[in-house]
């Protein structure tokens, strides 16, 4: 088994193919080298992957729909396949409904937690212990 100690640091954007995550992304390239992005679009991950490596940075990608229930093990098995560790956990997926409350569909409001809290939540309690271990990360 490969020790931590010989896997590369990276920047992990989750929801990286648009908004603030590509820009994060970016600035993440210039300074800190390795950078995976992951998101469901491939067409926004191929660009934003461009946009990474214009700027001089090593560019990953990852298709992965986070509501799934194993997507941190997938994540992780993937940076792992790659050499890679997680170092810098970025997450900035989400999205909204606007409207009332009473008017929006309920599966669209449930979606919403599912992803923007219950998703984000579980991989930063995923990484979490491994950085602690590693004193390094955020």
Not at 73 to 82: I, M, P, V
């Amino acid at each position: 088994m490969i020790s931590h100690r010989e896997f590369r640091p990276a920047v992990v954007v989750i929801g990286g193919s648009g908004g603030i995550g590509r820009a994060i992304a970016s600035v993440a390239a210039r300074e800190r080298g390795a950078v995976v992005l992951v998101a469901r679009s491939p067409e926004g991950l191929a660009a934003a992957a461009s946009e990474v490596r214009k700027g001089g940075g090593e560019a990953f990608t990852l298709e992965l729909d986070l509501v799934a229930g194993d997507a941190p093990t997938r994540l992780e098995g993937f940076l792992s396949a790659h050499g890679l560790v997680c170092d810098v956990l970025v997450n900035s997926a989400g999205y909204g409904l606007r409207g009332a409350a009473t008017a929006l569909p309920i599966d669209g409001q449930l979606g919403i937690i599912d992803l923007n809290i219950h998703s984000l939540t579980e991989l930063t309690l995923h990484f979490l212990p491994g950085m602690v271990a590693r004193r390094r990360g955020g």
